[in-house]
């Protein structure tokens, strides 16, 4: 059974930064595509930023420029810094695996078949 662990939320000022990481358990398919996904209070969990099994990397128009996706060197693990942040990014963040095909369904939530548990980034005014 995958498993994925989330960290790194927190609260932090408009303007400021942070850096989510997700354990990735050993067991994990090498053919998986990983992605950040953020649930903001009363909305639908959306898609954040994503990277293929081969590297490529894809943000959500929203955060493109701000937001940086990246995997561990030999290693699964999977990291998103988060720069400039304004407190639209408030939310739940997920990260999640699965077997996305096309790269243009890598921000598509059914496309993924693991999720972690959530942290929690809280950005105020």
């Known amino acids: 059974q995958v498993r994925l662990v989330e960290s790194g939320g927190g609260s932090v000022q408009a303007g400021g930064s942070l850096r989510l990481s997700c354990e990735v358990s050993a067991d994990v398919d090498e053919s998986y595509s990983m992605a950040w996904f953020r649930e903001s209070p009363g909305q639908e969990r959306l898609g954040v930023a994503a990277?293929?099994?081969?590297?490529?990397?894809t943000y959500s128009s929203s955060v493109k420029g701000r937001v940086t996706i990246s995997q561990g060197n030999g290693n699964p693990t999977l990291f998103q810094v988060m720069d400039v942040l304004t407190p639209e990014a408030t939310g739940v963040y997920y990260c999640?695996?699965?077997?996305?095909?096309?790269?243009?369904?890598?921000?598509?939530?059914?496309?993924?078949?693991?999720w972690g548990q959530g942290t929690q980034v809280t950005v105020s005014s």
């Open positions: 999640a695996a699965g077997f996305a095909s096309a790269f243009g369904s890598l921000l598509v939530q059914s496309k993924y078949k693991y």
């Open positions: 990277i293929s099994r081969d590297g490529r990397t």
